[in-house]
């Protein structure tokens, strides 16, 4: 609590939209009034009191899709930064143990993937396996795991280099030990203020990649593409596409002040 | 040869060599997919004379070494091949978007880079101030706005409201230079938005982070003005981050126009790439993906030459 009120405005309005964001996601079935994909009414009805935010370009509700989409695109966000998290560190923490060629075998393929822009990476790579959604995770798991594999593999250099890890070597502590128990404690704090930093890529990238049509695939809601299913209604002047977009957008603004006040408290920078 | 020759020449060589490595992920890629490339694409419904005819036609039928190889020369040439959906020249078809893609990008840092620049430095100048708080929030904010956000939401203002500017970008349409500049001047403008804060946010930390060296307090105690100190002392001394700030963000001004060209439908690479990809058109996604890459990685090896060159310590060596 006494953390709170610490926090700077701009944090605690980081911390509200988040939590609300997560809540309508979690009970996305019993707050939305219809079903995800039910189709309710005619095309593109404007806003009123039955359709709160109107229908879309099938005649789905607006506001339902929504906060399905809400449940979707959070959801795989967090699954990926998820995968890509574990993955990375465990690798970059057995490459900085390990050292030798299998370091330098590893931060070399890791090298190759950064040198791509992600983006143009992905693209080429659902190019060649197919759009669909364990496909699109896949994909970016992959990709985002490289930076995360570079900061743990250069934070746990520092921890291997004492000497606690070398008592504990000769010991006789297997790899999984030396990990798990010697390595990672030592390291997770830098990891969790980048995680939330990944996390608001991962998430901008699933949207961009659904709305150029690559990434979720409909029926299902997500705010990315729905921008693009609705993107027509603009050119009359109607705001109801800049809904979903305005919503990813409010998320992301949320999670960077929550990660700059944690990167503040972290570094201990007062002005 | 000197030591900075072979500074500038080994970070080149490593810029070819990932462009290699780059260009040969995809036929990994192909190599690693589970079942039959042709078999996928074609669905289970192909007949085994249209996958035999398939697999020819994208040399499946060659081991992959050869594949890349044959392919390679042909790029070394100018040929890249031909497209799967339109049987145009890869080449051909590349041509007049690349030079629509470059207008664009180019269009966007003529205005953005000088711009980011002086307002990071003013914000280094009045640090803590309203104008650098209000700078910091605005930055924090457009760099978490997706592209297609601000893009639209430029087109609901400028083009539906206001009536200036077109809705979408018909570039070959114009035949003056006024003309294009006025047609793509909202595709441009998402993307100085986009890229501008971030450039700035990096000016500031780079020229606030040289102002805590102890000669800029000589200065300040020998009582050289403000904007002196920051001017002659201070960003001298900040170029190389700045310069590789500019780099980084020129290069993803190359990623963000993928998006801002569908939502403009503006006839350039990243709309014709997002197209081959849907259509899984392999000869154009290799090739549109290759030329983003390939400059993308030139960008960052530039950067890395240019600070180099910036830094009087690394350009003279001990």
């Given amino acids: 609590m006494t953390l709170l009120r610490t926090a700077p405005p701009t944090a605690i309005f980081g911390l509200l939209v988040l939590a609300a964001t997560l809540l309508i996601g979690l009970f996305a079935p019993l707050v939305a009034p219809y079903g995800e994909t039910e189709i309710v009414g005619a095309e593109y009805l404007p806003w009123s009191a039955e359709h709160p935010l109107g229908t879309d370009n099938l005649g789905r509700d607006m506001l339902s899709r929504m906060i399905f989409g809400a449940r979707n695109t959070v959801g795989l966000a967090l699954l990926t930064t998820g995968i890509a998290f574990s993955v990375g560190a465990a690798l970059g923490m057995f490459a900085a143990l390990k050292g030798g060629w299998v370091d330098q075998l590893m931060s070399r393929a890791v090298d190759v993937l950064m040198a791509v822009p992600p983006l143009i990476l992905a693209l080429m790579l659902l190019a060649i396996i197919g759009p669909s959604i364990p496909n699109m995770v896949g994909v970016i798991a992959v990709i985002y795991l490289a930076p995360v594999f570079r900061l743990s593999r250069a934070a746990a250099m520092n921890v291997v280099a004492l000497d606690f890890i070398g008592a504990a070597r000769l010991r006789g502590e297997g790899t999984v030990w030396l990990l798990r128990r010697e390595i990672l404690p030592n390291i997770s704090s830098t990891l969790v203020a980048e995680a939330g930093l990944r996390f608001c890529f991962v998430f901008l990238f699933i949207a961009a990649l659904s709305f150029l049509g690559i990434g979720i695939q409909p029926p299902t809601a997500d705010w990315g593409s729905m921008v693009k299913e609705n993107a027509t209604l603009i050119t009359f002047g109607d705001v109801t596409p800049l809904i979903p977009a305005g919503a990813i957008a409010l998320l992301t603004v949320s999670i960077n002040f929550i990660v700059d006040w944690m990167l503040h408290r972290a570094s201990g920078l007062k002005s | ?318």
Avoid: C
């Fill in chain 2, 1 to 318: 040869m000197t030591r900075l020759q072979k500074l500038i020449l080994s970070r080149l060589a490593l810029g070819v060599v990932t462009l290699f490595a780059v260009s040969a992920l995809m036929f990994v890629g192909i190599e690693l997919l589970p079942g039959d490339l042709a078999q996928q694409i074609l669905g289970q419904s192909a007949t085994a004379e249209t996958l035999a005819a398939f697999r020819a036609e994208l040399g499946l039928d060659q081991p992959p070494h050869l594949r890349y190889l044959d392919w390679l020369s042909g790029v070394v040439q100018g040929d890249f091949g031909q497209s799967l959906a339109s049987r145009r020249d890869v080449a051909e078809l590349l041509s007049t978007r690349l030079a629509n893609t470059m207008f664009l990008a180019a269009y966007a840092a003529v205005i953005a880079v000088p711009i980011a620049v002086v307002l990071g430095l003013l914000a280094a100048l009045w640090r803590n101030t309203l104008f650098d708080r209000s700078a910091n929030i605005g930055a924090l904010s457009a760099i978490s706005m997706p592209e297609f956000f601000v893009a639209y939401l430029l087109i609901l203002v400028f083009s539906i409201k206001l009536g200036w500017f077109p809705t979408l970008a018909r570039i070959d349409s114009v035949d003056t230079l006024g003309g294009a500049l006025h047609a793509t001047f909202l595709p441009a403008l998402t993307l100085i938005l986009v890229v501008i804060a971030h450039m700035m946010r990096m000016t500031r930390a780079a020229i606030i982070n040289v102002l805590a060296a102890p000669y800029i307090e000589m200065a300040r105690l020998k009582g050289v003005p403000r904007w002196r100190v920051v001017l002659r002392h201070a960003l001298p001394n900040a170029l190389a981050p700045i310069i590789n700030v500019i780099a980084l963000n020129l290069a993803y001004l190359i990623v963000g126009v993928v998006v801002v060209e569908v939502v403009f439908s503006y006839p350039g690479l990243g709309q014709l790439l997002v197209d081959a990809v849907a259509s899984r058109d392999f000869p154009v996604v290799q090739a549109v993906g290759l030329f983003f890459a390939g400059t993308y990685i030139l960008l960052n090896v530039a950067a890395d030459i240019l600070s180099i060159l910036s830094n009087p310590r690394l350009r003279h060596g001990r």
